[in-house]
């Protein structure tokens, strides 16, 4: 069964879905202006449902002091739907059994060693055909995991993998620039930097990779150049 406090934010958007369906019947707008609406409405509806289930879960697992795990599991979650387009699609698709889904994420989640809380919302969003929402959840659970948390996101791209006490030496400094209590690196490589790092996190970059710094003295001179003309 599942727990009071992840059906909540269900009922409330149900609600909500209600007001803006009675708001559409009270106007008389153009066939064209009511498809557009609907769009919007169907779009807007998405985000705020995948939001509402993403605080339930960021809700509950911090007052059961599980919030790491839970959060771990998240991680995991979204890794596997951006790795491997099979189970994306077959949790996206309307078509398949929602026992199968269920059997799948349940095979999963026990490979994985995920938290019973995860397994419980999990099984919710097959009860209540939201499934199709989970990368959206996971990405708003992300933001209210790093808000609640005062954790900094920050992408690592490198020519070649760093290793874990590089990785961590860029967090403290990361940590020391931005004054957030963490730091989340997300590596990756990009072997067009040739050598060298890039992090970027908010709008803010720190370039110190090969391509980089050629780039900037290929500016400078292109800008010598460019007085001397003058």
Sequence with gaps: SCSPQLARPVSKMAALASKQTMRLKAAAPTRARIQSRRVVTVMAKRNEVSESYAKALVELADEKGKLEPVHADVDAIA???????????????????AEKKRAVLAKIGKEAGFNQYTINFLNLLVEKDRLALLEEICESFEDLYCKLTD??????????????????LIAKKLQEL?????????????????????????????????????????????SQLALRIA
């Design 178 to 222: 931005t004054g957030s209590k963490n730091i989340k690196l997300k590596p990756t490589i990009d072997t067009s930097l040739i050598a060298g790092f890039v992090v970027e996190y908010g709008s803010s970059q720190i370039d110190l990779s090969v391509r980089g710094q050629l780039e900037k003295v290929a500016d400078e001179l292109q």
């Design 151 to 168: 954790t900094q996101v920050a992408t690592l791209r490198s020519a070649v993998k760093l290793e874990q006490e590089q990785q961590f």
């Design 79 to 97: 890794s596997l739907m951006a790795n491997n387009q099979k189970l994306t699609q077959l949790v996206m698709n309307p078509v398949v059994d």
